[in-house]
């Protein structure tokens, strides 16, 4: 499913998603994939976009509408400048399934510790329960910020220990009342 403009949707989270704009996907049908007789073969690919591989994204794409129904994935990003417009941090997610999926947050290391990074979580989760989240979600390590996070009401819900090796992935969640 593409990614849908913010103004196209409004979320839900009650157990619908209620199609407010323009966007349609009426009429979109799935091709049944024809059976194979014959011989499989598994590639391995170190590229990044070998050919084909958006067709996997696509795939569970699918078979996510098919078991959870067709919920818009909503690009968020907030960004954090200074006076001269350059980017000295930011957050960047995706609103989906009623969560907001924090990928990506980071501050200039000349610019932390000075309120910046609480100001971006804040919009960021503003902006994601004014379009119906329920919560945020994220991953971290061990020497990054989980302290920032708990202060801020995350709570660990999941840990890869040795990842990458002497330090552990950590997975946080918080959940709006």
Known sequence: MPNVPVTAWRLSCAGNMLNTGSASHAGRTEAKPPRSGGAMRIEVHEAAAPPQAEGITAGLLAHLVEKAG????????????????????????????CWLQIDNFWIE?????????????????????????????????????????????????????????????????????
């Open 109 to 177: 290391t000349a610019f932390r510790g000075q309120g910046h990074g609480s100001r971006i979580l804040s919009q960021a989760e503003d902006a994601a329960r004014g379009k119906g989240a329920i919560g945020a979600q994220l991953t971290t390590s061990t020497f990054q910020a989980i302290g920032f996070y708990e202060k801020h009401g995350y709570v660990e819900i999941g840990r890869l220990r040795d990842r990458p090796p002497g330090q552990d992935r950590v997975w946080m969640a918080k959940r709006w009342g």
């Open 70 to 97: 067709d919920w818009p994935r909503v690009p968020l990003t907030v960004m954090l400048k200074d006076d001269a417009g350059l980017l000295r941090g930011g957050i960047r997610g995706m609103l989906t399934l």
